[in-house]
């Protein structure tokens, strides 16, 4: 069998080098040697967005772009979507395998145990203006934690670790609750722990005058869309925690991060820039002028393509499912006719066919948030909450990887050489 090495020539030196192949890559470390003069500091790797470099080993998720195939821990999205609670989710993720109905009670009531969070922060949260948007309060209330719990710096200690993780997972629905309620001037309400993870984080967003009727279809479609975006291995937000949390900050800090990178339209805020978009077509008859427009480079058809998925993306496909429950308890959401003609010319259109731009998890997911009561600018919150257990999950995995050390890539410099100060008089 032929040996697992890769062997160059440098063409500058005429010198040969053979670098070992691991897990279908090369260390890009092994390049240093390959120096065409004393000092040069070797060869480096160039790979701007990261395209073509793997930053870590990682059993949590795995995904095949090209065949449409996404698991958790092994196991098959469509199936844990099926029968899977989010905590049971959560677990998996965290802990690696399903838990035991034993585990998972106890999971579930440590979580319920750490459900509420300091008055201090509901203060915290009522400084923001009227119009905040919840994504920035959040973030922000998200990295304030960090200074309610001290002890979370202590990331050496698995105890701990587990404890702030399990923080997380319990005060992130009760911030993003108050967020909620904050945007609609509506006193906060909090939570109750008779109700189960998901129940206790509808009644605190919809609960008015102590009375809310809870829809279990709709209950149950909220908690399938959380389950679907729990992780997804190194995208933007959970490179961004591994990266920050690399510095051996504390993970509200690093969470924090996370938020803010999912934040962006390209990433999480995709969901609420499709919503825009199909108010701004606001027609199907609009759709080819549209489309002309995003083919011309005039912005993007939100809610398409994906770095990984080149066939389609699978949470797609079970989203339109979900989406199907939803619309049969609520009514149809008038967009969704634009939403499909939308998808269906651009499934017809060269110019996406051939660069194989597919819908994307955040396609359809806002249309479903909207008709389940939540305005345009939560649907990122909602992300956010169904993918911390990924951030934190990877974040855990980051710090116990004795091959990982404090992120810090290279660079090109492509500045100016070394020139003298010049005194502001004498400038210009
Ligand atoms: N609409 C129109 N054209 C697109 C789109 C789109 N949504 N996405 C990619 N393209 C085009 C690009 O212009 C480029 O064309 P070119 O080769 O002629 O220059 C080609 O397709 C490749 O695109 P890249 O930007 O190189 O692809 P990349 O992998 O960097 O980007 C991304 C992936 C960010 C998801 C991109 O497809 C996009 O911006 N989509 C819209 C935003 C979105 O829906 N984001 C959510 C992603 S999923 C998630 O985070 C949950």
Redesign the pocket.
């Known amino acids: 069998m032929a040996e697992d090495t890769l062997t160059v020539t440098d063409n500058r030196t005429g010198r040969e080098y053979t670098l070992p192949i691991t897990d279908g890559t090369i260390h890009a470390t092994d390049l240093r040697q390959v120096s065409a003069e004393e000092g040069d500091g070797g060869l480096m790797s160039y790979d701007p967005?990261y395209l073509n470099t793997a930053s870590c080993r990682s059993a949590i998720t795995f995904i095949d772009g090209d065949r449409g195939i996404l698991r958790y821990r092994g196991y098959p999205i469509e199936q844990l979507a099926e029968d899977a609670t989010f905590l049971e989710t959560a677990y998996l993720l965290l802990e690696g395998e399903l838990p035991t109905a034993t585990q998972l009670q106890a999971f579930e009531d440590e979580v319920r145990y750490h459900t509420y969070v300091h008055v201090n922060v509901q203060k915290f949260l009522e400084g923001f203006r009227y119009d905040a948007h919840p994504m920035g309060m959040l973030l922000g209330a998200v990295g304030a934690l960090s200074t309610f719990y001290p002890d979370a710096k202590e990331i050496g200690d698995a105890e701990n670790r587990h404890l702030q993780r399990v923080r997380l997972v319990a005060k992130m629905p009760t911030i993003a609750a108050f967020a909620f309620r904050h945007s609609r001037g509506l006193p906060y309400v909090l939570p109750r722990n008779d109700l189960d993870y998901i129940g206790n984080f509808v009644n605190m967003t919809f609960e008015i005058g102590g009375r809310h009727e809870p829809n279990p279809v709709l209950q149950r479609s909220l908690e399938i869309l959380l389950i679907l975006h729990a992780d997804?291995e190194q995208?933007?937000s959970t490179s961004a925690v591994r990266s920050v949390g690399s510095s051996q900050v504390d993970p509200f800090s690093a969470v924090s991060a996370g938020i803010a990178a999912l934040y962006g339209?390209?990433?999480?805020g995709?969901n609420e820039?499709?919503l825009r978009m199909l108010d701004e077509i606001g027609d199907t008859k609009n759709i080819p002028a549209f489309i002309e427009q995003?083919k011309a480079?005039h912005g993007?058809?939100?809610?398409?393509?994906?770095?990984v998925y080149k066939s389609y993306d699978p949470r797609a496909k079970l989203i339109k499912r979900v989406a199907d429950d939803v619309f049969e308890q609520t009514g149809l959401n008038p967009k969704l006719e634009i939403a499909l003609e939308l998808e269906r010319i651009a499934l017809e259109d060269e110019?996406?066919v051939s660069?194989k731009?597919y819908p994307?998890?955040?396609?359809y997911s806002g249309l479903i948030y909207q008709a389940m009561g939540y305005p345009t600018d939560y649907f990122t919150v909602l992300?956010a909450l169904g993918r911390l257990p990924g951030w934190i999950s990877q974040w855990e995995e980051h710090l116990s990887d004795p091959e990982q050390k404090i992120s810090r890539p290279r660079q090109i410099y492509t500045g100016e050489g070394e020139r003298p100060y010049v005194p502001r008089a004498r400038r210009g």
């Open positions: 967005a997804h995208n933007c339209p390209l990433h999480g995709a820039a499709v995003v480079g993007r058809l939100m809610g398409f393509g994906h770095r110019y996406f660069r731009l994307n998890v955040d396609f992300f």
